[in-house]
């Protein structure tokens, strides 16, 4: 399985990413992404600002990942993750699954992304308009509930 997990401060092009991800590849027969972006928070935002150890969440991606890939049978594995300072409209992270079948790859990419919200080792703090100081972001119960799922899965789904 072709795997690439990747943290940097600069945009990327999804489409881009996913053009070379996939290039030449005959063996997929699904490709399912996701690509989160700032929002502005209906003009209340300035940006986030995100703070990372990159090679302590670097490793730890790349465990989930290799976890994604022995749960599911994927051909190729993208996680592209930023940090700094991201302003709304801008990418923050995108992941790719791709796998011969549509389940494979639509398990793998929800469960990677559950990771990410949830247990991936970010921290985030808001950069507001009005010159008040930023929140960091907490999670939200929601996403908490989400990732349960995959705690009481049992080997590959």
Avoid at 113 to 119: I, Q
Wanted: aromatic residues 8%; negative net charge; proline residues 4%.
């Amino acid at each position: 399985m072709h795997k690439i997990v990747r943290l940097q401060k600069t945009a990327f092009d999804a489409a881009a990413e996913v053009a070379s991800l996939t290039a030449g590849r005959k063996d997929i027969g699904a490709l399912v992404t996701f690509t989160g972006h700032c929002r502005d928070e209906a003009g209340a935002l300035a940006g986030l600002e995100i703070e990372v150890y990159p090679e302590m969440a670097e490793a730890e991606i790349e465990r989930v990942a290799y976890e994604a890939a022995r749960r599911w049978p994927l051909e190729a594995l993208l996680v592209i993750h930023r940090h700094g300072e991201i302003r709304p409209g801008e990418p923050i992270v995108l992941v790719a699954a791709a796998a011969e079948h549509r389940a494979a790859a639509f398990a793998a990419a929800e469960f990677l992304m559950d990771y990410l919200k949830t247990a991936a080792p970010f921290w985030k703090k808001t950069r507001r308009n009005d010159g008040h100081p930023g929140d960091w972001v907490a999670a939200r119960e929601e996403d908490d509930v989400a990732v349960q799922k995959w705690q009481t899965a049992p080997g590959k789904s």
